[in-house]
């Protein structure tokens, strides 16, 4: 069974940083791209960076780039998202999300974690 958890949601202050993580089993975590997915409170759904099965490539959204780093430690079937400088906007539900296709883009979403919810206020 594909499972994904996620962790090191929290409470944090504007300025501040957090680091969440997806520990993934049921799948060979390093044939798949992954996906950080958020959805603030009374919102749809909101991409945030996706990173390829090597972790070569990696593609943020430009509202978070430069402040948000997605990263992935394919020893330890782990996804890692590094936010800087958060902001009340990034309060959110952040899920990770693993991809349909073998070796793919990320761009199609088979399984989702359960998520953590970050709140940034001060």
């Known amino acids: 069974e594909v499972q994904l958890v996620e962790s090191g949601g929290g409470l944090v202050q504007p300025g501040g940083s957090l680091r969440l993580s997806c520990a993934a089993s049921?799948?060979?975590?390093?044939?798949?791209?992954m996906t950080w997915v958020r959805q603030a409170p009374g919102k749809g759904l909101e991409w945030v960076s996706v990173i390829r099965w090597n972790g070569v490539s990696t593609s943020t959204a430009e509202s978070m780039s430069g402040r948000f780093a997605i990263s992935r430690d394919n020893t330890k079937n782990t996804l890692y998202l590094q936010m800087n400088r958060l902001k009340f906007e990034d309060t959110a539900v952040y899920y990770c999300v693993k991809d349909r296709y073998y070796r793919d883009y990320g761009r199609s979403f088979e399984v989702w974690g359960q998520g953590t919810l970050v709140t940034v206020s001060s």
């Open positions: 049921g799948f060979t975590f390093d044939d798949y791209a």
